[in-house]
């Protein structure tokens, strides 16, 4: 079984970069170029997990995870972000995210992160497994 992943960045080589490394991976990626447009897929659509960039376009990632709070939508989440802080990422664990992770995130990272978020809430046989050069 493959997993639906949105990823939400207002940067489209950011966007395209992490979709070919999730879709290389055995996920079924979806993209969204600001929070705004996020939100809507997060709210119309089931995924198993979203990537929010934190500083977009009409809502920032912390505003996307706090709307799927309020409206009960309980999408597991990372925020990204180029800009880390401890209250970002307080807040970040606040609203919901799993994690946050730093930009530029190295593919090993992105790809392992989630893997294992995925593995810890569908359990270890549902993920997509390795392909042929990833161990």
Do not use: N, W
Not at 29 to 38: H, K, M, P, R, Y
Not at 47 to 54: A, E, V
Not at 92 to 116: D, F, H, S, Y
């Amino acid at each position: 079984m493959s997993y639906r992943i949105l990823i939400a960045d207002d940067s489209s080589d950011c966007r395209r970069a992490m979709a070919a490394l999730l879709d290389s991976a055995g996920f079924l990626v979806e993209q969204a170029e600001d929070g705004s447009a996020a939100l809507r897929r997060l709210l119309d659509t089931a995924y198993d997990l979203s990537l929010l960039d934190m500083h977009m376009p009409a809502l920032t990632g912390l505003e996307v995870l706090a709307q799927l709070q309020h409206s009960g939508v309980r999408t597991p989440s990372i925020l990204m972000t180029g800009h880390p802080s401890r209250a970002i990422e307080a807040a970040a664990l606040e609203a919901g995210a799993r994690t946050m992770l730093r930009k530029p995130i190295p593919a090993e990272v992105l790809r392992i992160t989630v893997q294992t978020i995925v593995c810890e809430i569908h359990g270890p046989e549902d993920g997509p497994h390795p392909g042929p050069h990833q161990a």
